[in-house]
């Protein structure tokens, strides 16, 4: 069965790094795009970025554009999340998603649990 | 960026009611709508893409309606694992923007 796992999140100053990472099994990593959505109570979800089954295409929120890298090992089936310079409000259940394929569009039609972020000093 | 705006942000609902959710956008979207259900600490689910096309598994009970800006999800009979969060989503343009979710809670 599909499923995507997620690590990598934790307790973070402001101003530091961290790296998400998000295993995939169950499908054929390196055919579908996938994304990083996240929630935070306040705003709710937010999509966060894409990127293409090949790496070549990726795009990003303006709240994460230069901040944020998001990337992929295909031949690992996993994919990444790059944060730089984080910010208290980017506090936030961090969630890959597999962007689906068939029916038209860029939805995402399974998702992982989630890895919480907290950046706080 | 397009923004999505759902109604209501709280729905008190019984089994068996027929409820409707309503979710719109801040320009044409066409029909590039998804509706996702969120329960505590879960993640989202899919239930309809592109408006109206129920995803595979999810019950016929869950119904999408509407095109351009004007949108909305019914669930025709609640059952009791129904009250949830619910959430639109456009992925016409990116940013894909969500709305801010409609708790659909037990009356």
């Known amino acids: 069965q599909v499923q995507l796992v997620e690590s990598g999140g934790g307790v973070v100053q402001p101003g530091r790094s961290l790296r998400l990472s998000c295993a995939v099994s169950?499908?054929?990593?390196?055919?579908?795009?996938l994304h990083w959505v996240r929630q935070t109570p306040g705003k709710g979800l937010e999509w966060v970025a894409v990127?293409?089954?090949?790496?070549?295409?990726?795009y990003y929120a303006d709240s994460v554009k230069g901040r944020f890298t998001i990337s992929r090992d295909n031949p690992n089936n996993t994919l990444y999340l790059q944060m730089s310079s984080l910010r208290v409000e980017d506090t936030a259940i961090y969630y890959c998603?597999?962007?689906?394929?068939?029916?038209?569009?860029?939805?995402?039609?399974?998702w992982g649990q989630g890895s919480l972020v907290t950046v706080s000093s | 960026d397009i923004q999505m705006t759902q109604a209501p942000s709280t729905l008190s609902a019984s089994v068996g009611d027929r409820v409707t959710i309503t979710c719109r956008a801040s320009?044409?979207?066409?029909?590039?709508l998804a509706w996702y259900q969120q329960k505590p600490g879960k993640a989202p689910t899919l239930l309809i893409y592109?408006?109206?096309s129920l995803e595979s598994g999810v019950p016929s009970r869950f119904s999408g309606s509407g095109s351009g800006t004007e949108f909305t999800l019914t669930i025709s009979s609640l059952q009791p694992d129904d009250f949830a969060t619910y959430y639109c989503?456009?992925?016409?343009?990116?940013?894909?923007?969500f709305g801010q979710g409609t708790k659909l809670e037990i009356e």
């Open positions: 990127i293409s089954n090949d790496g070549s295409d990726k």
């Open positions: 998603a597999r962007q689906a394929r068939g029916g038209g569009g860029t939805y995402s039609d399974y």
């Open positions: 592109k408006a109206s």
């Open positions: 169950g499908f054929t990593f390196s055919t579908y795009a």
């Open positions: 320009r044409s979207i066409t029909s590039w």
């Open positions: 989503q456009q992925y016409n343009s990116i940013p894909y923007t």
